[in-house]
């Protein structure tokens, strides 16, 4: 049984493309999976700083700044509500992972796809040889 490299029995391409598929597939529902659970998180530490600000427990303060330090933001004693900087930042790193996974999967369907497509490897060049021109008879 021998394996060639893009013949009848393995196409190394496809094969690499397919893995790439099935991994960036995974790495993408999984990045969507933190996208939404960060857009929780984020809406959990405001209503917590809301309802901290409202009662004078400093227990409440404590549980909402420790739970904002779990999810990548500092959060001061006396703050009522997270600004739009933390927000966005607590936001956009797993949006920027949807995107780079949506692009690592476009890149394996395109090896996967890569037996259909043809790519042209080399430049053929033609040499033309210059006729010769009859000369004319001069009058």
Not at 33 to 59: G, H, I, P, R, Y
Not at 91 to 113: C, D, K, S
Request: with cysteine; aromatic share 12%; glycine share 6%.
């Amino acid at each position: 049984m021998f394996f060639r490299i893009g013949g009848r029995s393995v196409h190394l391409p496809k094969l690499v493309g397919a893995f790439i598929i099935v991994a960036a597939l995974l790495m993408f529902f999984n990045a969507g999976a933190q996208m939404f659970e960060s857009w929780d998180n984020a809406k959990f530490l405001n209503t917590c700083l809301e309802n901290s600000s409202a009662s004078l427990s400093f227990s409440d303060k404590l549980t909402c700044q420790q739970s904002a330090y779990y999810a990548g933001t500092f959060v001061r004693l006396d703050q009522k509500s997270l600004s739009a900087k933390q927000f966005w930042s607590m936001i956009l790193q797993p949006i920027a992972n949807l995107f780079l996974w949506a692009v690592v999967l476009v890149i394996g369907v395109m090896l996967y796809l890569s037996g259909k497509l043809i790519i042209p490897v080399e430049e053929a060049e033609r040499d033309f040889k210059e006729k010769a021109r009859p000369k004319r008879k001069r009058r």
